[in-house]
């Protein structure tokens, strides 16, 4: 088993999806970048429980897929209101929380 | 069912039923009414009465199919062999090492019961179609009446004392809510709360009862049988094992019994029972006859074996029971005498015949108690039916005798004559229901060995006769007097003698002339009247063996069985192994010592053999006091003889009797004036003493002392150090804030960028941590 393998993919996803949610500007983009991250985790939860055959890890990751696709939904909605109400989903012009 | 087949001959299995098996169904369909009444009654076509009666007909279907099937079974067992209850329990809950079940222990006392109860309460509720109708509760009055009914089967058919107790309480509460039915009027509610509270005085006992046999039988019930120390079964066992201590045993069973004494109304705590003819007629009628107060007679029954051994009933003599039904007997027949509301002579003679049953369980006479349950449910609901249909149709919702009533025989036939026939039941005459019970009492009484109490047995008799003769003349012979002659409360002038003069009209509350009740009252009344004339031949002993039906399905043949447990199904179901018929192995009669082998659940109890000289001598006691009473009755009240009227004012001794029972023995004065002063009053006075003087003086010079302190506090600690440290501590924040403000950019990338390499930084840290 090349473990290595898996984690450097994992690793890669991870800071594209970083990448992508530091420098994107539109918000559905993000969300993207954030399945990434998302999935990235999910790939090294696989890796360890195969590595160490165990099911913990295979629980885990499907869990966060379910959770993930409701993060998605909530998130959509959320954009989907933010360009009914902005005409806008550039993250730049988003700053009402400037403190 | 398992047999075990002895060495000589194979036991027949004993036959069962769905209707067995299923028989904690019972009281579940009351209680499902309940809940149903209270939610959509109002909403319903007859405002949820039809839900009551409907759950009542249904337990009484169930508990004849189980009665039936009972019958079967003790049947199928040959004449000396253990007839087995059906037991079901189920785990209820668990607490700390304690396990509560739930289940039913269906024998021949509580299948006997069951029916009387349902029979009773489809029959009431009925009848309160009638009474009731348009009253502003209706509603809630059936869906009380139905959970009065639910409580009193549940606690029946209980396999253990927990679930026991909790019937017995839902009793408790249901009959406040019943007895106050008519709570605008003060003195009903108050007779609901001394109900309440008198009944609750005694339910003490019930729990000390309950957790001392708890606690002495738990290990010998888990070690023997594999029962908790709440079983029924298992308590009876244990009781009649040898192994208890008897202070302990003894101890328990006074306590239980004080339970009983308010429950059942005995002496001294008797005096909550005729208040609590405050509530409407059906529900004195359901008290009285088969549900509340049977509870303590059937508390006594059912753990017989405790109170067995306990009170040693077998010595003879006295004991506790005997001692206290005596009294009950004798004081409640003489506060008859001198009641002019009707419903309360028949609540005397209630307390007076549940003093039968008491006397009858303390002297071995376990059979003919219970069958007297039996019989007194039929013709006692019967006359409490009988007087709400007087005051429902003739008096003007009036129950004084003297001023109300009078010459009503030829106005309401129907209710005279079932009204007759349950009054010569209740005075015990030869083919009538109570004789067979009431006179198997009293000679069986007298047979174990009681003698004393015998003779307090047919004195009594004598009693009832007399007090019932005198309510029966006052009600239904000579003149027509006030409300039934036509003369209504409000002054209404169209005073019509003729009684004949029936306009038939339903209108009960405009109608200004007496007249029979509709058919939703009479139908009851007849169905109860029959049962009061033939109930008693079940168990006939003056006609022989096989007329002793009650014996032989009820009575439970106290056979030595071995038993096992075997868990299968929703709970722990128990199977019980048929006695070996081994000849002559120490077959100590269950009861007076260890048995060698196996366990034993009832007493082996005596029965009198029926003599007719015996039966004599109490007919001619009983008819002496209908012919001395109608007598004196017809003189008092008809002629208005000048030797008779007001004797007690002219001699002494009397004038002193009938003040004393007019006052009911001043007992009442007793508990609220003496007791209650003695008890509450002095502690309610050193509580304000205490109050006044004491917590205030504390309270008073702390208040004094913590001002100052505070005073000092404000001025030093208050203003410099804490006021300080918070402006302080703003002013430290509000630089922090602005200078952390640029980083607040609103901008969700920024955000992103920061806990991102936040998250390095610490993912850093981790791993030289690590390594």
Known sequence: MFVNQFLFLAAVLFCIGVYGVIARKNAVLMLMSIELILNSVNINLLTFALRNGSPDGHTFALYIIAVAAAEVGVGLGLVLLVYRNKKTISLDDLSEMRG | MNIFSGETEVLAPLATGWFLENAWLIPVIPAIAFALIILIGKRLPMKGSELGVLSMFGSLVLSAGAGYQWIQRTNSATEEQFVAPVIKSWNWWQSGGFEFGIGQHIDGLSVLVLFVVAFISTLVQVYSLEYLRGDRRYTHFFAA?????????????????????????????????????????????????????????????????????????????????????????????????????????????????????????????????????????????????????????????????????????????????????????????????????????????????????????????????????????????????????????????????????????????????????????????????????????????????????????????????????????????????????????????????????????????????????????????????VLALSSGFLNATPFGESWERMKLWVEPRPAEVIEETHSGGPGESLIINLPSSEEGAAKTVCGSAQPESGVCYAPKLKHAPFKWSKAMISMVIVFLGIAISWILSTLLFTKRDPRLVGLTQRVKVLGFGHKLLVNKYYLDDFYEKVIVRTVAYPISRAAYWFNQNILDGILHGFANNTRKISEWVYKNVDQRVVDGTVNNSATFTKSVGTAAQPSQSGKVSQYGALLFSAAAVAALVLVIINT
């Open chain 2, 145 to 529: 009446l139905t959970l009065f009914s639910g409580g009193m089967l549940a606690m029946v058919l209980a396999d253990n004392t927990i679930l026991f107790l909790l019937g017995w309480e839902i009793m408790g509460l249901c009959s406040f809510m019943l007895i106050g039915h008519w709570w605008e009027e003060d003195a009903n509610s108050r007779a609901a709360l001394k109900a309440f509270f008198t009944v609750r005085t005694g339910d003490m006992g019930l729990l000390v009862g309950i957790s001392m046999l708890y606690f002495a039988a738990n290990d010998w019930t888990q070690e023997n049988l594999g029962l908790s120390g709440f079983s029924i079964r298992g308590i009876s066992a244990w009781a009649l094992s040898g192994e208890p201590n008897s202070t302990v045993i003894m101890i328990a069973a006074i306590a239980l019994f004080i339970a009983c004494i308010g429950k059942s109304g005995q002496f001294p705590l008797h005096t909550w029972l005729p208040d609590a003819m405050a509530g409407p007629t059906p529900v004195s009628s359901l008290l009285h006859s088969s549900t509340m107060v049977v509870a303590g007679v059937f508390l006594v029954a059912r753990l017989y074996p405790v109170f067995y051994v306990g009170l040693d009933i077998p010595g003879g003599g006295g004991n506790l029971i005997v001692i206290i039904g005596g009294i009950t007997i004798v004081i409640s027949a003489a506060l008859a005498f001198v009641q002019n509301d009707i419903k309360r002579v028949l609540a005397y003679s209630t307390v007076s015949q549940l003093g039968y049953m008491m006397l009858g369980l303390g002297a071995g006479a376990w059979l003919p108690a219970v069958f007297h349950i039996f019989t007194h449910a039929f013709f006692k609901a019967c006359l409490f039916l009988g007087a709400g249909s007087i005051s429902h149709s003739a008096s003007h919702h009036s129950f004084d005798m003297k001023k109300d009533m009078g010459g009503l025989r030829k106005v309401m036939p129907i209710t005279f004559v079932t009204w007759i026939v349950s009054t010569l039941a209740l005075c015990g005459v030869f083919p009538f229901s109570g004789f067979f019970s009431k006179d198997e009492i009293i000679d069986n009484v007298g047979y174990n060995g009681y003698n004393t109490f015998m003779i307090i047995g047919l004195v009594g008799a004598f009693m009832t006769a007399a007090y019932m003769t005198r309510a029966t003349y006052l009600t239904f012979f000579g003149e027509p007097r006030g409300a039934s002659a036509g003369h209504a409360d409000h002054g209404d002038a169209h005073a019509s003698h003729d009684a004949h003069d029936n306009h038939d009209s339903h209108d009960a509350h405009s109608a200004s002339t007496p007249h029979e009740s509709g058919l939703l009252i009479t139908v009851p009344l007849m169905i109860l009247a």
